[in-house]
């Protein structure tokens, strides 16, 4: 069956790093953008970084950019994001997106 599952999440200190990783399953994922989205506490779900399907061509939002870097390798099915210099507003939810949504990955980052 069709399935996307995040994995990589957890509690990591302001300004370290982390790293998610989308895996895909049941679809022919390298055809699909995918992107990354985020939902903190009480708001809304807001989207981070999109990549194309060939991986050639990358957007971040301006609250990540310089910071997150969405990347994929079609060969293993899979999407990823790094993300350093985490900031606590950065903690939240995170889904992946490729034409169908991941069940998601709490990062929180706190002292």
């Known amino acids: 069956q069709v399935q996307l599952v995040e994995s990589g999440g957890g509690l990591v200190q302001p300004g370290g790093s982390l790293r998610l990783s989308c895996a895909a399953s049941?679809?022919?994922?390298?055809?699909?953008?995918a992107r990354w989205y985020r939902q903190a506490p009480g708001k809304e779900r807001e989207w981070v970084a999109t990549?194309?399907?060939?991986?050639?061509?990358?957007t971040y939002a301006d609250s990540v950019k310089g910071r997150f870097t969405i990347s994929r390798d079609n060969a293993k099915n899979t999407m990823y994001l790094q993300m350093n210099s985490l900031k606590p507003e950065d903690t939240a939810v995170y889904y992946c997106?490729?034409?169908?949504w991941g069940q998601g990955t709490q990062v929180t980052v706190s002292s």
């Open positions: 049941g679809f022919t994922f390298s055809t699909y953008p």
């Open positions: 997106y490729a034409t169908f």
């Open positions: 990549i194309t399907a060939s991986g050639g061509t990358t």
